[in-house]
């Protein structure tokens, strides 16, 4: 089963990496639990939390970033490792994104 959630993170990030814009099947303002339920557990998580809750969620080089006052819904896909990427529901060219190999 965290062979099957690795490979859906895998097909998910050269998703991301191919269409900023498409996100699914993540959406922006999902909960933590939604996230989880389609991910499992993250590979890592923030320090900082809000209401007892990581605001971050992290899947190999992309964070998934929650607001701590909204529900801790979705608000910000990023990575600066691998990628640089940055991914908010406000972006009109939907997001950044280039290669740094």
């Keep these: 089963m965290a062979k099957e959630k690795q490979e859906k993170i895998n097909i998910w990030r050269n998703q991301i990496l191919q269409n900023s814009q498409d996100i699914t099947p993540l959406k922006f303002k999902m909960s933590q639990d939604e996230v989880m339920d389609i991910f499992g557990e993250p590979d890592d998580v923030s320090t900082m939390k809000s209401g007892g809750k990581p605001l971050i969620l992290k899947y190999r080089d992309i964070e998934l970033h929650f607001d701590g006052k909204n529900r801790h819904g979705?608000?910000?896909?990023?990575?600066?490792?691998?990628i640089?990427?940055?991914?908010?529901?406000d972006d009109k060219?939907?997001?950044?994104?280039?290669?740094?190999?």
């Design 74 to 82: 979705l608000y910000l896909i990023y990575s600066d490792e691998e």
């Design 84 to 89: 640089d990427l940055s991914i908010t529901p």
């Design 93 to 101: 060219e939907g997001g950044k994104e280039n290669e740094t190999i």
